[in-house]
DNA sequence: ACAAAAAAGTTGCAAATGCAACTTACTGAA
DNA sequence: TTCAGTAAGTTGCATTTGCAACTTTTTTGT
């Protein structure tokens, strides 16, 4: 449990405590489970120890929307789901999924036995939300570009500054890079090949450089 | 300071208390400055009492780009800006700004005093990160389109979902919504007219009713 | 090692879009 | 009331893009 991000920080003895102190549950739930976010009508934090699920939302016409995979030592529940427009959202177990299960109340409230640990949970927890608040932004600033061309540059680059290096490997495949760009895949590949020809990358299936 | 959303359900008398608590120091800066998110070194937290500032971020090319408007009731802070990347992020004053600074150690610490309102501060916080994830996500949904018209289609629909009603008025301008869109503006009156002329919407400036 | 499936790559064509250069309609201050 | 500045609306044209229908290459399972 110690590869999860939310107990970054937080030693074994603690965490025991911990879980004690917040009533955490663990629980087992079969694939295409949804995963509930409440009990007896309270919110609960829930963290996938093991297995895969998806973050779902049912759009006007029925459609489902995959708004974000969960995998090991991610969090969901109610904070995260939110608010406004009170959408369809669900969290849907793709493979079996352990859960760890904690009472949100119990997480944020102030704590009388006033336990280190808990403010370090909580910084994780914001933690968590700015790294998603960061990803998405970088997404936006990729789409915000107005051609196909200047959107894959901008991802190119800021895949390379990551990257410390002018070569790459793509984190998926191309089909998926089209999926992220939202644009159409032989659309992409062909304004990849135009960037080949002008010499301003070089490229050969998931393997980047830029020149 | 009442309609400020980080102190929404924190009573008046406790606020006080609260503030001496953490700390807070209220500060005014002119137009045009920075406001800093550190003090010795130390994360803050800052919340505009009055004024507008933006969240920006210079590209690798130099060139400024707003990620964010602030004004009255925003919080701002290194919790927001994170992290990987590191981005040259700063809080521009686009006018004279009011500012109140907290200890963001202190905001996330437990407290010894178990003050009431700290939860509920925590709490609050949280709601307002997940308020942030939740817009990025609408953007992302409507630039996910791939064609200026349903952008517009998907964007006017969750509009009137939203207004509880077919007709609506924009809560910008029409270039502005261009600019939301990341698409042309001229482009983007084009499509409009072509879906008044087929009878999809009916549109006067900012007024939009759909059919 | 082979077949089958998945991923990558290609191309023609019609349609959508950005861009530039306008005109027309509002709105607010002198 | 008029003038100036801003927002809305229009249009032609070159370019970009989506879409569909392929081929070629790579990966995977047996």
Redesign the pocket.
Known sequence: MENVKIFDGIKDGELEKMLSCFDAKHKKFASGNNLPTRRYGEPRLGVILSGEADLVRYDYDGYRNILEHLSQGDVFGEIFMQIEGADELAIVCETKCDVLYMDYKNVIKRCENACEFHSTLVDNILKIMAAKVQKLRTHLEVLSQ????TKLLTYFNMTAKQAGSNSFTLPF???DLADYLY??R??????M?NLREENLIS????HITLT
Chains 1, 2 share one sequence.
Request: hydrophobic fraction near 35%; glycine fraction near 4%; charge should be positive.
């Open positions: 107005r051609t196909l061309r495949s191309l089909a644009v159409d032989s659309a992409m590949l062909r304004e090949k490229s050969r299936g998931k």
